[in-house]
């Protein structure tokens, strides 16, 4: 930033046109985040993936039905691009094992599979409204054409995994969020009113806080999940799963509030407030909670690939989503069996995108956390 030096009082001011104090906290800390590298890729990455799972339908090769069990367990197909062809994939011809019945494929010298953008595919409905039959990325020919393109291949009923992993993201990442602002409300709402009252109020809720964390929480899932009925429809073990998940994780939110709380509540400004006839309320959500947010951010944004983990678990083994939902937890049940993975090692590509998503939300946190504490050195 350019200053001006005054010539008799010795002291740097800022020079005209540059001056800081014009700017709000929440451009500061747009400012210094700007700065944290991974934390701008980080959300570069978590922005395409929530892109590609809002609009699953077109970004998804083919629907997330469509099945060739000619195809079953096809490997992965490498993209290939020259100027007289275009953009193709090796074409590969199936041969089943008249002893085993296992499927194996072998590459067809010279035959070609055309690819291309924007082209007509299976029809779909976008977010269940709009009919359409457009992809962004598919095969160039004509609509249900059996001609074998699997980007990472294909599973036991001739489906795309990728095209499963892009409707399955929509989702697991889903999940994340409606649980975060649970957890968030629980989590602000208890803690604040827990560290800024004190006395008995203080007791009674961190006593219970104590309480639910001495559950283990694996197999307290397992065991609400059990006890959903079988009956339920799938969107309705969706939203059970992602409240019992808010439910066990809003503790470690409310414990930080807590405790920054206990520290500002005695600070002058927050004494100033309550002798000028400030409400509780107003103190505690105007003056003491900006306080601490960059204890909010980093909290939240770790306990987003928490829930995420948490619905991935609780599904592959079976007792969270069930199909027909799509969620990459779903999609790992494939992968239980050692002897299938061993043989097919493509089914763990869902493992690929859950990995970059918790990753992504660490670093996207830490650089957050970085940007909105005033007392960091960046």
Same mark, same amino acid.
């Given at each position: 930033?350019k200053?001006?030096k005054a010539e008799?009082?010795? @002291?740097e001011?800022?020079?005209?046109?540059?001056?800081?104090?014009?700017l709000?906290q $929440?451009?500061?800390?747009?400012r210094?985040?700007?700065?944290?590298?991974? +934390?701008v890729?980080?959300l570069?990455?978590l922005?395409?993936?929530?892109?590609?799972?809002?609009?699953a339908?077109f970004?998804?090769?083919?629907?997330?039905e469509?099945?060739?069990?000619?195809?079953i367990?096809?490997p992965?197909?490498?993209?290939?691009f020259?100027?007289?062809?275009?953009?193709?994939?090796?074409?590969?011809?199936?041969?089943?094992d008249?002893?085993?019945?296992s499927?194996s494929?072998?590459?067809i010298p010279?035959?070609?599979v055309?690819?291309?953008?924007?082209?007509?595919?299976?029809?779909?409905?976008?977010?269940g409204i709009?009919?359409?039959d457009?992809?962004?990325?598919? =095969?160039?020919?004509?609509?249900g054409?059996?001609?074998?393109?699997?980007?990472?291949g294909?599973?036991k009923?001739?489906?795309?995994?990728f095209?499963?992993i892009?409707? +399955?993201?929509?989702?697991?990442?889903?999940?994340?969020?409606v649980? *975060?602002?649970?957890?968030?409300v629980?989590?602000?709402?208890?803690?604040?009113v827990s560290?800024?009252l004190?006395? $008995?109020?203080?007791n009674?809720?961190?006593r #219970?806080?104590?309480? @639910?964390?001495?559950?283990?929480?694996?197999?307290?899932w397992?065991?609400?999940?059990?006890?959903?009925?079988?009956? $339920?429809?799938s969107?309705?073990v969706?939203f059970?799963?992602t409240i019992?998940l808010s439910?066990?994780?809003w503790?470690?939110?409310a414990r930080?509030v807590?405790?920054?709380?206990?520290a500002? !509540?005695?600070?002058?400004?927050? /004494?100033?407030?309550r002798?000028?006839?400030a409400?509780?309320?107003? @103190?505690?959500?105007?003056?003491l =909670?900006?306080?601490?947010?960059?204890h909010?951010?980093v909290?939240l944004?770790?306990?987003?690939?928490?829930? *995420? =983990?948490?619905?991935?678990a609780?599904?592959?083994?079976g007792?969270?989503?069930r199909?027909p939902?799509v #969620?990459?937890?779903?999609?790992?049940?494939?992968?239980?069996?050692?002897?299938? /993975?061993?043989s097919?090692? $493509?089914?763990?590509f869902?493992v690929?995108? *859950?990995?970059l998503t918790?990753?992504?939300?660490?670093?996207?946190g830490?650089?957050? !956390?970085d940007?909105?504490d005033?007392?960091?050195?960046?």
């Open positions: 930033m200053v001006e008799h009082q010795g @002291i001011v800022p020079a005209e046109g540059n001056r800081t104090d014009v709000s $929440w451009q500061l800390t747009a210094r985040f700007c700065l944290h590298r991974l +934390g890729i980080s570069f990455v922005g395409l993936l929530y892109l590609l799972a809002i609009f339908e970004f998804a090769p083919v629907t997330r469509f099945r060739d069990l000619d195809f367990y096809h992965p197909q490498s993209l290939n020259n100027f007289s062809e275009g953009l193709y994939v090796q074409a590969y011809k199936a041969h089943t008249p002893v085993t019945l499927k494929y072998t590459a010279g035959q070609h055309p690819l291309g953008f924007f082209v007509r595919g299976e029809p779909y409905r976008l977010w709009l009919a359409c457009r992809h962004f990325f598919g =095969l160039d020919g004509k609509p054409e059996s001609r074998s393109f699997y980007f990472l294909a599973d009923l001739g489906r795309d995994l095209s499963r892009i409707y +399955g993201s929509r989702v697991s990442l889903s999940a994340g969020l649980a *975060i602002f649970i957890t968030f629980l989590g602000l709402f208890f803690g604040g560290g800024y004190g006395g $008995w109020v203080d009674l809720i961190q #219970s806080i104590e309480i @639910i964390n001495s559950f283990p929480q694996l197999p307290l397992l065991a609400i999940a059990a006890v959903m009925p079988g009956d $339920w429809s969107l309705r969706y059970a799963i019992v439910l066990l994780n503790t470690g939110l930080v807590r405790g920054k709380i206990l500002l !509540r005695e600070e002058d400004y927050a /004494v100033a407030a002798l000028l006839g409400g509780h309320g107003r @103190i505690i959500f105007r003056h =909670l900006p306080g601490v947010t960059s909010i951010i909290t944004t770790l306990s987003v690939p928490v829930m *995420i =983990l948490g619905e991935t609780l599904s592959f083994l007792l969270g989503l199909s939902i #969620s990459w937890g779903v999609l790992l049940q494939d992968a239980m069996n050692l002897q299938v /993975v061993a097919y090692p $493509w089914l763990l869902p690929i995108f *859950i990995v918790v990753l992504a939300f660490n670093f996207l830490d650089g957050l !956390r940007a909105a005033p007392y960091s050195s960046r």
